[in-house]
């Protein structure tokens, strides 16, 4: 993966998310933070990074 540019905003609008249940339940990844890259994030795993798990808010307390 050379360059993680987002193809839908041509910038690194990548954010790290895990998807919590679904199909695609388990997946890690990055998740795009623009509108469309957002559309098709939730069209391929049912998620986008607002609904996705942060892993960095897993901070215990
Ligand atoms: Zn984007």
Do not use: L, Q
């Amino acid at each position: 993966m050379a360059g993680a540019y987002c193809r839908y905003c041509d910038s690194r609008c990548f954010v790290f998310r895990i998807v919590p249940d679904g199909p695609h339940k388990g997946w890690a990844g990055h998740m795009a933070t623009c509108h469309r890259g957002m559309e098709h994030d939730r069209r391929t795993t049912g998620h986008d990074h607002t609904t996705a798990i942060n892993p960095m808010d897993e901070v215990p307390s």
